[in-house]
């Protein structure tokens, strides 16, 4: 026990027990005790139940109320449903760019630094990168050299990829695809999903032997449901034998799909295509979450691979996934900004026609409420009477609103299936709640006035 | 001179209720002064303008006098909130309109059982009262219809049901059978007979002497003021 104590971690373990054991059960009393006295008022003691009684009345009143008024109640509720269609339609769009993001992300890796010679995100000195030398695929060599004889490095491994679009043929069937070369090493900085076959192994990968792997698309496209292993395709002209089939991985925010690629070895694809272009040297990095440690890193060992001067500009760029972020944040404000204006307005225009309704419907109907405090109804009675009616005005328009964004969203995915859109059931309660406190704001002026209304005079209105 | 049969229900003391009309101030009542007992049967006639609806108002607790003292069972009403005046309304009053004044979207049922909602009766009490009080008054086959589909008598009948099924001290009908022709006035007021031979305690507002004549005790106001009080003679 002693001995347990000494560290300073068990104490702080011994004492956040002890809190816990201590405030848990408080809390869970606390929460029986309160729930259980609001059951006693609401439904045991006379003030709760009458309030009970009052609220389903008053309900039952309003809907009878906008049943009567159809036309009128649609045409006030239409600046909320077009405030909720605003607001959900919004949400739904950025909650799909950070969906389709994320997935998206996950494809590139979280785990890669891509050493490449323009930076994502586009620049505006466009001349500053044009010059700069190519990636050339022994720097990835060096790097892995650089990385072993570092101790402790953050880094595991650097692969070359090259990349090209190119057409891929069977026979009378064409696609066109998009070339990768690569060494056999790939399969160690991302995961490769095979629903057949195999990747190409270091000797093939080394040799530039013939061999692809297609990707899902490719393969559907060219075999029809057939199956490729061991078949020829002809990549810009020359004849490779399937070996592995990818498995299906979606697009990259919609717009560039990952099911499109054709895998070679490098030194294929420098004796089909040629390397002018360079490749990307994706690296893989140790510890994911720190990234930027690894970062320095990599620049440090890329400046030294590359003979750089200090003092020297880079003459390379690392990408990380991150970059991508920076380019949507501004899209996704725009869109948030968008929203809230178009949202705030038509509320806004909402909300003055629930108040000029229930204003009307107050004046319309000032002998009733005279009558109705007449038999007994207090102020709160009153005023929660007119309020329940807003509100009711205003969580249909907000059903509507949710309907209608909910069957678009449908809409939408069904015409553009890898469109990234997301309903969360956020969305529902945020427009829930929009809806309410729009109608308790818009009615409240009103209802405070029906309420406070002397009931002789309201008995004596016409 | 009249027959004090049960516990005082209402007595008020030299009441008075100004309005201020712009420059001009009303003298609605000018000082009236009224005992009122358990199982009365009371009429307050005079001319238009006389105060009677004014005087109404005071005795159902929907308005305050400006000065003078009013207490009903035994309670001081003068002073007291809005709030403390509407659960008195609700529990101790009975209003009947000449107007009907019954909620047009509701059902005869509805509106009857509406005074029990704020009295804070559950769905099951209040349907069996409402009911029982509709059956009472003769409407026990039109329960649920709206207002719209009853006619007058009928409404008014609604009316009565909707005053008398919290047990009210007193209900207080200003102009009951103002709006209907005469005979289904007769048969208003031999409701009201009914209610009186019940025990109910009734007072009743009117401008016609033969209305009148049904109560056991006529309180004549002019000007604001009580010309006579006595028993129908
Ligand atoms: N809210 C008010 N504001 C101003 N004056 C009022 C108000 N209520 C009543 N009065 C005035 O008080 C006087 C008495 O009115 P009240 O309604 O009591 O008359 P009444 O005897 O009921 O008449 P009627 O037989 O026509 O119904 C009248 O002169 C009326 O104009
Ligand atoms: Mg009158």
């Known amino acids: 026990m002693k001995a347990l104590l000494k560290r300073p971690a068990n104490w702080i373990g011994f004492l956040l027990g002890i809190l816990i054991w201590v405030f848990l059960p408080l809390g869970v009393a606390v929460g029986i005790y309160l729930a259980v006295w609001l059951y006693l008022w609401l439904f045991v003691l006379p003030s709760g139940k009458r309030l009970r009684y009052e609220f389903t009345e008053s309900f039952r009143i309003a809907f009878a109320q906008i049943r009567a008024n159809k036309m009128r109640s649609v045409l006030t509720a239409l600046g909320v449903i077009i405030g909720i269609v605003a607001v959900t339609l919004m949400g739904t769009a950025i909650g799909g760019i950070d969906k389709g993001f994320s997935n998206s992300l996950a494809m590139l890796g979280e785990d890669i630094l891509y050493v490449q010679k323009w930076p994502w995100g586009g620049v505006e000195d466009w001349w500053n990168y044009q010059n700069r030398p190519r990636i050339t695929a022994d720097i990835a060599e060096k790097l892995n050299q650089v990385i072993e004889s570092t101790p402790n490095s953050t880094l595991e491994i650097a692969v070359p990829v090259a990349m090209r679009g190119s057409p891929v043929k069977n026979g009378e069937y064409k696609v066109n695809s998009v070339i990768l070369g690569t060494t056999g090493e790939y399969s160690r900085i991302s995961s490769v999903d095979l629903t057949e076959g195999r990747f190409f192994n270091e000797t093939e990968a080394n040799s530039g032997r013939p061999v692809c792997i297609l990707g899902a698309d490719v393969a559907e496209a060219l075999f029809q449901g057939r199956s490729p292993l061991d078949q020829s395709v002809q990549v810009s002209g020359h004849p490779v034998t399937v070996i592995g089939v990818l498995a299906k991985q979606g697009s990259f925010l919609g717009l560039f799909s990952f099911d499109n690629q054709v895998f070679i070895p490098l030194e294929a694809f420098k004796k089909y295509l040629g390397l002018r272009r360079g490749v990307d040297v994706r690296v893989k990095v140790k510890d994911k979450n720190h990234l930027e440690e690894s970062r320095d890193e990599l620049e440090g060992a890329t400046r030294r691979v590359r003979g750089q001067l200090p003092g020297e500009r880079d003459n390379f760029s690392i990408n990380e996934q991150q970059a991508f972020k920076a380019v949507l944040d501004p899209v996704k404000q725009g869109i948030a900004l968008a929203g809230l204006f178009i949202t705030g307005l038509s509320l806004f225009v909402g909300a003055i026609g629930i108040m000029n309704i229930t204003f009307v419907s107050v004046k319309e109907r000032t002998k009733e409420i005279g009558t109705r405090k007449a038999l007994g109804a207090r102020r709160r009675t009153i005023l929660l009477q007119f309020l329940i009616e807003a509100v009711s005005i205003c969580l249909i328009g907000g059903v509507a609103g949710l309907l209608l964004t909910y069957g678009a969203c449908l809409g939408l995915q069904a015409a553009m299936p890898s469109f990234p859109i997301d309903f969360s059931i956020n969305l529902v309660f945020i427009s829930m709640l929009v809806s309410v406190v729009t109608g308790i704001l818009s009615g409240f002026a009103p209802a405070w006035g029906a309420a406070r209304l002397d009931p002789v005079v309201a008995l004596r209105y016409e | ?233």
């Not at chain 2, 712009?22 to 009224?34: F, M, N, P, Q």
């Not at chain 2, 005795?59 to 709030?83: H, I, Q, W």
């Not at chain 2, 529990?91 to 107007?99: C, L, N, P, S, Y």
């Not at chain 2, 704020?118 to 069996?128: F, K």
């Open chain 2, 1 to 233: 001179m009249t027959r004090p049969t049960g516990a005082l229900v209402i007595d008020i003391e030299q009441v008075t209720k100004l309005y201020q009309m712009g420059e001009e101030t009303i003298h609605a009542l000018r000082g009236v002064s009224l005992k009122i007992h358990r199982n009365e049967y009371l009429a307050i006639m005079g001319p238009s303008g006389s105060g009677k609806s004014t005087l109404m108002n005071m005795l159902g607790c929907l308005d305050t006098p400006t000065a003078g003292r009013y207490e009903f069972n035994g309670k001081n009403v003068a002073s007291m909130e809005d709030d403390e005046l509407a659960d008195i309304r609700n529990r101790e009053i009975g209003f009947v309109f000449q107007t009907f004044n019954l909620l047009p979207r509701s059902t005869a049922l509805a509106n009857v059982e509406l005074p029990l909602i704020y009295a804070g009766l559950s769905p099951s009490i209040r349907r069996e009262r409402a009911t029982r009080t509709l059956q009472d008054v003769g409407l026990g086959e039109r329960m649920s219809h709206k207002p719209n589909e009853l006619s007058g008598g009928q409404r008014q009948r609604v009316a009565i049901a909707r005053a008398l099924v919290n047990n009210p001290s007193i209900i207080l009908a200003d102009e009951p059978t103002g709006n209907l022709d005469s005979k289904t006035g007769v048969e208003i007021m031999a409701l009201f007979e009914t209610l009186y031979e019940q025990g109910n305690t009734i007072i009743v507002v009117t401008h016609e002497e033969d209305i009148a004549r049904h109560a056991r005790r006529i309180v004549r106001l002019r000007d604001g003021l009580i010309e006579s009080d006595g028993p129908v003679g």
